[in-house]
């Protein structure tokens, strides 16, 4: 199956703009989606598609992607963004109906 | 909005049947508008996709796991559950479902459940 890779942490400024990326062959076919996951919750959705964030999600969070690599960019980062955050897409392998999960990045705000 | 919750033994004994069931409300499993999958996160781990069902019966499941996974959906109660076979300490993790949109170039999970723990032990 395809992989998905993301730096194990990152860390930004409070206020500062921090990018998260996520690198894997099925980004040349398939959008990322990103999950903003705060200890002892679940996942939630915070990008999906070409760029589009659900309902609630604030406009300081963005998604972009070049080649392999998808991004996520926190412009402004607050102190309630620290947080593990992981993407995810299609898995370009095989008969692509499967799902992969990228590892996961763990971002502090300082 | 749609809402999902998990349900299920939080301890299974090692080469056992681990089972959860997740119900949805606020919308129908028939409509077809989501896949329906679960997903599971190892303690302090990142998340594994175990496979999804569709409203119609149709199943995917991760290769890794396909041989141990069933996934079925009881459109009546509007559930789908989650059945993984002979466990072991390996398989002791957060299981999570979700709602996925599958598209054209999109692959999202938009609704999560909580999460239920379930331990692996004897």
């Known amino acids: 199956s395809s992989e998905l890779t993301q730096d194990p942490a990152v860390s930004v400024a409070l206020g500062q703009t921090v990018r998260i990326t996520c690198q894997g062959d099925?980004?040349?076919?398939?959008?990322a989606s990103w999950y903003q996951q705060k200890p002892g919750q679940a996942p939630v959705l915070v990008i999906y598609?070409?760029?589009n964030r659900p309902s609630g999600i604030p406009d300081r969070f963005s998604g972009s992607s070049s080649g392999n690599t998808a991004s996520l960019t926190i412009t402004g980062a607050q102190a309630e963004d620290e947080a593990d955050y992981y993407c995810?897409?299609?898995?370009?392998?095989?008969?692509?109906?499967?799902?992969?999960f990228g590892g996961g990045t763990k971002l502090t705000v300082l | 909005q749609v809402q999902l919750q998990e349900s299920g033994p939080g301890l299974v004994k090692p080469s056992q049947t681990l089972s959860l069931t997740c119900t949805v409300s606020?919308?129908?499993?028939?409509?077809?508008?989501?896949?329906w999958s679960w997903i599971r996160q190892h303690p302090g781990k990142g998340l594994e996709w175990i496979g999804y069902?569709?409203?119609?019966?149709?199943?995917y499941y991760n290769p890794s796991l396909k041989s141990r996974v069933t996934i079925s959906v009881d459109t009546s109660k509007n559930q789908f559950s989650l059945k993984l076979s002979s466990v072991t300490a390996a398989d002791t993790a957060v299981y999570y479902c979700?709602?996925?949109?599958?598209?054209?170039?999109?692959?999202?999970?938009?609704?999560w459940g909580q999460g239920t723990l379930v331990t692996v032990s004897s």
């Open positions: 979700a709602s996925q949109k599958q598209q054209l170039v999109h692959e999202y999970f938009q609704h």
């Open positions: 606020g919308g129908s499993i028939s409509s077809g508008g989501y896949y």
């Open positions: 069902i569709y409203y119609s019966g149709s199943t």
């Open positions: 099925s980004l040349r076919s398939y959008y």
């Open positions: 598609g070409k760029n």
């Open positions: 995810n897409s299609r898995d370009s392998s095989g008969n692509h109906l499967g799902v992969v």
